[in-house]
């Protein structure tokens, strides 16, 4: 509905258009004369048009028109443990797009996600997605025109493409797009943190051109080799992990807490799965852990460490570097929070 204030500009704006002369359309009256047979009534008609056409581009009628276009809804999904996939997703992020934290999702038990386009990005582990990203989907009902899924991962992606075409299919959440992009690798036993933020993995060349893609509403999943396939298969035998679970550990059994803690709690608004407290013993933790390192990357005192166990396949060899730690750049600590807070 037009308001009655904008009848009253847009009469304002004929009659002074016509006081002034300043029609966008000049007007011919040499050709309305009677050797081009015009009548009088078609002349009239022509001189109204005119007005009418300047007057509404003056008075921003155009400019309604156009906002009244339907805009596409975005919303983006999210998990993230040191900030990269928190950044990835405000760079996919349009005018208007909602970014939603899928540990706040699950514990708010929201499962009923509608837009035009819904994207979701997520860390790969072992090439595999994190198991509450596993659940959430497994439980979500995502109704959307559009669908696409990031996986970010930093040295391999194996099959990461063709596991999550499969799990997001069997939950009745098939993806139009799924791509992989690569990022600074945070897994701390083989990674050194100090190298691996110096290595450039070319990722704003990378994010343009999966943002164009989106933009153009691209239907394509990356291919997968099967050499990957095979050594993700080799890289199951060697770890025993299960298939329907991946990377699900105990958190008492993998990390502990040394006497460099000053019991700040950041490990406590950190863990996506609260598994930590702060009691009057001190920071204890307990419970199912994603293995996000979270909590080990995020401790400003790096005193949270990983647990001796030479005979783990995973941590056998324990950190390549101790003394380092890794939060993406663009992310600060309270986005953490926010994002993963069960508190």
């Given at each position: ?28 009256i ?12 078609d ?5 109204g ?84 990203v ?29 596991i ?5 299919q ?82 008492e059994k ?18 996506p ?24 990357q ?12 030479e ?27 926010r ?5």
């Amino acid at each position: 509905m037009i308001s009655r204030n904008f009848h009253k500009v847009f009469l304002e704006n004929i009659i002074y258009l016509c006081k002034n002369n300043r029609l966008q359309q000049p007007l011919d009256i040499r050709n309305m004369n009677t050797d081009n047979k015009i009548s009088r009534r078609d002349a009239l008609k022509r001189i109204g048009t005119a007005v009418i056409s300047s007057a509404v581009a003056s008075s921003g009628l155009f400019s309604l028109a156009s906002c009244a276009e339907k805009v596409k809804k975005r919303i983006i999904l999210y998990f993230t443990g040191t900030g990269n996939c928190l950044y990835v997703a405000r760079q996919l992020a349009k005018d208007g797009t909602e970014l939603l934290s899928i540990p706040q999702l699950m514990k708010q038990k929201k499962f009923e996600i509608e837009a035009d386009e819904i994207g979701l990005v997520y860390p790969i582990y072992g090439h595999m997605p994190p198991y509450m990203v596993r659940q959430f989907i497994q439980k979500a009902k995502l109704k959307a025109g559009y669908k696409f899924a990031i996986l970010t991962y930093g040295a391999r992606k194996c099959d990461a493409v063709e596991i999550w075409n499969g799990i997001s299919q069997k939950a009745g959440n098939a993806f139009d797009y799924i791509n992989t992009l690569v990022m600074v690798d945070n897994w701390l036993p083989n990674f050194d943190m100090n190298e691996q933020i110096l290595i450039d993995k070319h990722i704003p060349e990378n994010i343009q051109k999966i943002t164009a893609d989106l933009s153009a509403r691209r239907c394509w999943h990356e291919p997968v080799t099967e050499e990957e396939r095979e050594m993700h298969r080799g890289f199951m035998a060697y770890t025993g992990l299960n298939p329907e679970i991946g990377f699900l550990m105990k958190s008492e059994k993998y990390f502990t807490v040394t006497d460099a803690c000053i019991d700040c709690s950041v490990c406590v608004s950190v863990c996506p799965r609260g598994n930590y407290e702060l009691s009057s013993q001190g920071v204890r933790m307990k419970g199912d852990c994603e293995f996000c390192f979270a909590c080990i990357q995020n401790c400003p005192q790096k005193a949270i460490r990983f647990a001796k166990n030479e005979t783990d396949p995973l941590l056998g060899r324990g950190e390549a570097n101790p003394n380092a730690r890794y939060r993406n750049e663009h992310i600060s600590l309270v986005d953490i929070k926010r994002a993963n807070s069960q508190f």
